[in-house]
């Protein structure tokens, strides 16, 4: 029968792994039985906390904030790409390029965002289906004058 590691895990049980090949003692790899060293290199910070929550950062609407239609949210969104627009224009002679090419990213998402809410809310209202049969019907009346014929 193999040995399993005899190292005991966080939670307190036995840790079942097989031991890594040629360690002595024989233990797993998460255990410390590799070559390398185990955990995080010395002075490593990607476990630093840094005591900001979500709610600090952004707080919860007020629900008398929040927009009722689909024209509130995209009137919201135009407001903000405004303003976010007044920012890179007062940022384009910056050297901080990394900052502005960030600002550049989310103004993109942005009028990408705006663009489909906005076609959204066109197929909402029926206003996309209209047009499109007003195409077709004009289609048509161009080929029957082409042809001499009538649809």
């Not at 790409?81 to 960030?102: C, E, F, P, W, Y």
């Not at 066109?122 to 049969?133: C, F, H, N, P, V």
């Amino acid at each position: 029968m193999k040995t399993r590691c005899p190292a005991t895990n966080k939670d307190g049980t036995p840790c079942r792994a097989f031991p890594v090949r040629g360690s002595d003692p024989p233990l797993c790899s998460s255990h410390g039985g590799g070559r390398a060293p185990v955990g995080a290199p010395a002075g490593n910070q990607n476990a630093r906390t840094h005591g900001v929550t979500i709610n600090e950062v952004a707080p919860l609407p007020d629900p008398d904030d929040v927009p009722d239609s689909i024209s509130e949210v995209i009137h919201d969104l135009a407001v903000k790409q405004a303003r976010l627009s007044k920012i890179i224009n007062g940022r384009l002679n910056t050297s901080d390029i990394d900052v502005l090419a960030r600002l550049l990213e989310l103004h993109a998402q942005t009028a990408s965002r705006l663009g489909r809410l906005l076609r959204d809310e066109r197929a909402l209202s029926g206003e996309a289906a209209d047009g499109i049969s007003a195409a077709i019907g004009q289609a048509l009346d161009e080929l029957s004058t082409e042809l001499g014929t009538d649809f």
